[in-house]
């Protein structure tokens, strides 16, 4: 069974630092791009950041850039959301998913280019 499952969420003061994981089940993350986003109540699922299969393409939000950074580990199945110097406005349910790649691309920031996601992780940043 193909699984994404994210963990690292919870409750952070502004200002403060979060990593969010996104480990594969079921199938290796080598021939995937992977993708992060997040829902923040009442609003749309949006694009966070993106990297490519080889990790050689990576794309940020205009709102976290120079904030988060995304990072794959192929060798754990694993990718990575470094987030640094949250804001309140970061509070929202963020998801990782996945788009086969045979070929190294660019990442894609689309959402409808993703097929399978993940449950969520809260990220609730205030004081």
């Known amino acids: 069974q193909l699984q994404l499952v994210e963990s690292g969420g919870g409750l952070v003061q502004p200002g403060g630092s979060l990593r969010l994981s996104c480990a594969a089940s079921?199938?290796?993350?080598?021939?995937?791009?992977i993708g992060w986003f997040r829902q923040a109540p009442g609003k749309e699922r949006e694009a966070v950041s993106c990297i490519s299969r080889s990790g050689g393409s990576t794309s940020y939000a205009d709102s976290v850039k120079g904030r988060f950074t995304i990072s794959r580990d192929n060798a754990k199945n694993t990718v990575y959301l470094q987030m640094n110097s949250l804001k309140p406005e970061d509070t929202a349910i963020y998801y990782c998913?996945?788009?086969?790649?045979?070929?190294?691309?660019?990442?894609?920031?689309?959402?409808?280019?993703?097929?399978?996601w993940g449950q969520g992780t809260q990220v609730t940043v205030s004081s």
């Open positions: 998913a996945s788009r086969f790649r045979l070929l190294q691309t660019m990442c894609d920031m689309t959402k409808g280019a993703y097929n399978y």
């Open positions: 079921g199938f290796t993350l080598d021939y995937y791009d």
